[in-house]
């Protein structure tokens, strides 16, 4: 156990489906961070909050939404996903942006999108 | 666009053997490299290293930084069935999440 939990752990969705990703963390840490990991392919960070706010980020497909009502919680909101989405949805916090010494990862989601 | 290349994408080793893992990478803005290891699923934080030639220990596990030939190496001596894994490389060259680039990682296996 890493002080971050990750629910549900796996997540299977149709392409009009909309659901979330949920990510806690107790830890007191201020940054807090969303990664995907697809199979045979580098690991990609998706999104960063640091005291709520996030960071700068281009590359993302806007049928990902992030939401970080506080600095304890992180959301990803899911919708009309596509097959190419199915990955390992892991979540990660750091006492402060880029100080990935104290980084914490969460289980992961497995989500497969059919 | 960044890239970040490890060798070799798989090693297996027997228990006792001593391993060299590479992460190469071309980046625009360096900042920091990273290691980590992956067991199952959530990565664990092994080594952020900023400047060339100062060696980052832990343990049995030790990684240093070149940053005129572009390349670090992690090391792990007297190899355990533990220490099986995969251990991911990233550059961070700054600015948000587009600015931490990952390798593919190098998949380690140790018989025993």
């Known amino acids: 156990e890493t002080g971050v939990t990750q629910t549900p752990r796996h997540l299977v969705m149709g392409m009009t489906n909309k659901k979330s990703l949920k990510c806690e963390q107790h830890?007191?840490?201020?940054?807090m961070y969303w990664y995907k990991q697809s199979a045979k392919k580098p690991l990609e960070l998706m999104f960063v909050?640091?005291?709520?706010?996030?960071?700068e980020n281009n590359s993302v497909p806007s049928r990902f939404s992030p939401e970080c009502p506080n600095s304890s919680h992180l959301f990803l909101h899911l919708h009309t996903l596509q097959p190419e989405d199915s990955a390992l949805y892991l979540c990660?916090?750091?006492?402060?942006?880029?100080?990935?010494?104290?980084?914490?990862f969460g289980p992961g989601t497995r989500l497969l999108v059919l | 666009e960044d890239k970040v290349v490890q060798s070799p994408l798989s090693l297996v080793v027997h228990e006792g053997d001593t391993v060299t893992l590479n992460c190469s990478y071309e980046v625009t803005n360096f900042r920091s490299l990273l290691w980590y290891k992956q067991e199952k699923k959530a990565p664990t934080f092994l080594f952020m290293l900023t400047s060339s030639g100062i060696e980052k220990k832990s343990g049995r596990l030790s990684s240093i930084l070149d940053k005129k030939e572009l390349f670090s190496i992690l090391n792990i001596t007297a190899t355990q069935t533990g220490d099986s894994a995969v251990y991911l490389c990233?550059?961070?060259?700054?600015?948000?999440?587009?600015?931490?680039?990952f390798g593919k990682g190098t998949h380690l296996i140790i018989q025993p």
């Open positions: 990233a550059v961070y060259s700054g600015g948000g999440a587009d600015g931490l680039t």
């Open positions: 990660a916090s750091s006492q402060d942006l880029w100080y990935q010494e104290t980084q914490y």
């Open positions: 830890l007191g840490h201020n940054a």
């Open positions: 909050y640091n005291f709520k706010e996030q960071t």
